[in-house]
């Protein structure tokens, strides 16, 4: 009774299911026909916007070819010897080929102060239309339908001391092949119209045709387009107009292809409904109650092994879908524990150099100092300074600078015993925690490692660089508190260290408050 129950209750939520997902598709295909023609049209404004973006962009650019010419000091030497003195003008065209002929342009003139042509003589039409502009004082840009088509001109004053000497102007076609361009950029179509005739056009069939427009559609050859109008600043009205457009029929077509291919997703759903359903009537018991007991025990906070079937329904399926979960979760906590660990040692270690920070000095000493106490032991601490690191750092740069702390990190690591620690206290000062039998014994010690900095040359690309190191070393007071101890050991050290670099540096310097009355106060590289 209780399966026949639950069958029941099976068939009524696939029903419910099936009522949904049909009204779901009516929904969605009313839905997205209306977002679809609504985002045709802000898809073409922006578009548009784009468009409008790119001719700034090039126009921007034209103007700054027009400058570069305009700017050169030889070109403006040149028009002063022509306007001057009235030399010839083909050198000022030699120059031009020689020093600008790179300049991706289609055509270029220079003119004098009347505006008379002196490089480019072949472009007459282009000059008689800048000497139409009634004044050309300031740079600009404007837009010319020539015999070669619709063209962009930059236009730039040569000037010498405040003086106009001439101008230079740069062109660019607008032609077929720049529409071609634009077309495989927006995937639209472009129109070039004057007096409502089309002039050129990316559609191959669609020339002289009259070009009438109804709430920015146009109907040509049974095809609707959704066109926009892209500004062309600074055209005058006889000039053509530039029309972007996006074929609305093709949206229509789309949308019953759409249409077609929902509805047959939506009985290829209704189907699968039912054939779910069957099967999961058929294997509901055993993999459900597997997964449910898994499903406990991850709730109890285990991660225990599922063995994987071969699958053979959908349960199974997700039998093994659990397994796969259960190995990714295991996985993914060994990652994290894996992580955590990574974080925890960048916490406490310093990036550059892999030694201890002052952070975990702070942390690791309560623990180091009640060790010693306990052992009757004295820890010592050994403060190490690089000499002249800045003189390193201001020669060769900052670069060679951490090549030099890497290096010395390294001999650390090296010369040091496991029951040591060593920590990076700041810029080119170290710290070492040592526990020894006595001063000397503490002195012994730093001085080996300044020895073997100094013999141990540091290379940084070519350079060659000989490190030396300062040291002072105080020892550890019994009966303080952590604090106070570390707090005293440091100063103590650090005086010993300023010791040892007023004495002239090389050096290992051991406090006086800690240094025997038969013991030598410091220990350098002549010993």
Request: some cysteine; aromatic content about 8%; proline content about 2%.
């Amino acid at each position: 009774m209780q399966f026949r129950s639950y069958r029941a209750k099976l068939v009524i939520y696939m029903a419910m299911l099936i009522v949904f997902l049909s009204a779901t598709f009516i929904y969605s295909y009313t839905y997205i026909q209306r977002v679809m023609l609504d985002e045709s049209n802000n898809h073409l404004v922006r578009l548009k916007q784009l468009l409008n973006g790119h001719l700034n962009s090039e126009r921007s650019e034209l103007e700054r070819y027009a400058a570069i010419v305009a700017q050169d000091l030889r070109v403006k030497e040149y028009m002063y010897v022509i306007t001057g003195i009235g030399g010839s003008s083909e050198p000022l065209s030699k120059l031009y080929e020689r020093e600008f002929g790179w300049l991706p342009i289609d055509r270029r003139i220079i003119l004098n102060g009347s505006r008379q042509i002196l490089v480019g003589r072949q472009h007459k039409d282009l000059a008689a239309a800048i000497q139409k502009i009634t004044d050309i004082s300031n740079n600009t840009t404007f837009y010319y339908q020539g015999k070669m088509g619709l063209e962009m001109v930059a236009l730039a004053s040569i000037k010498y001391r405040d003086n106009i000497l001439g101008f230079v102007a740069v062109s660019r076609l607008l032609n077929r092949a720049w529409l071609e361009k634009k077309k495989r950029i927006t995937e639209g179509e472009f129109f070039l119209v004057r007096n409502k005739q089309v002039l050129m056009t990316t559609l191959s069939d669609f020339r002289n045709i009259q070009f009438n427009l109804n709430k920015n559609k146009l109907v040509a050859d049974s095809v609707a387009y959704r066109i926009y109008q892209i500004d062309l600043p600074g055209i005058s009205s006889d000039k053509p107009e530039l029309w972007f457009g996006s074929s609305e029929t093709e949206i229509i077509a789309k949308l019953d292809k759409h249409r077609s291919t929902m509805l047959g997703l939506l009985v290829t759903g209704i189907i699968g409904v039912l054939v779910l359903g069957l099967l999961i009537i058929r294997n509901f018991s055993r993999p459900l109650k597997e997964i449910r007991d898994i499903t406990r025990q991850v709730v109890a906070g285990e991660l225990p092994h599922l063995e994987k079937y071969k699958a053979t329904n959908e349960f199974e399926e997700l039998s093994n879908n659990f397994s796969d979960m259960l190995k990714a979760l295991r996985e993914q906590q060994k990652e994290i524990e894996e992580t955590h660990r990574s974080l925890e040692k960048s916490a406490i270690t310093d990036s550059l150099t892999g030694l201890y920070n002052r952070r975990y000095m702070h942390d690791v000493f309560p623990n180091l100092y009640a060790t010693a106490e306990r052992a009757g032991q004295f820890l010592y601490a050994i403060i190490l300074d690089l000499d002249y690191f800045k003189k390193i750092n201001d020669r060769y740069g900052h670069l060679a600078g951490d090549q030099c702390l890497t290096s010395f990190s390294d001999i650390l690591h090296q010369t040091t015993r496991a029951s040591d620690h060593l920590f990076r206290l700041g810029g080119e000062e170290f710290l070492i925690l040592s526990v020894h039998n006595n001063v000397i014994e503490a002195a012994k010690f730093a001085d080996k490692i300044r020895a073997r900095v100094e013999k141990t040359p540091v290379a940084y690309t070519n350079i060659i660089m000989k490190l030396t190191l300062s040291g002072g070393i105080s020892r550890m007071v019994h009966g303080a508190t952590a604090e106070h101890a570390l707090k005293d050991m440091l100063a103590r050290a650090d005086a010993a260290l300023y010791e040892a670099k007023n004495s002239g540096r090389n050096r290992i310097c051991i406090n006086p408050d800690d240094a025997s009355h038969n013991t030598s106060m410091a220990i350098n590289k002549s010993q």
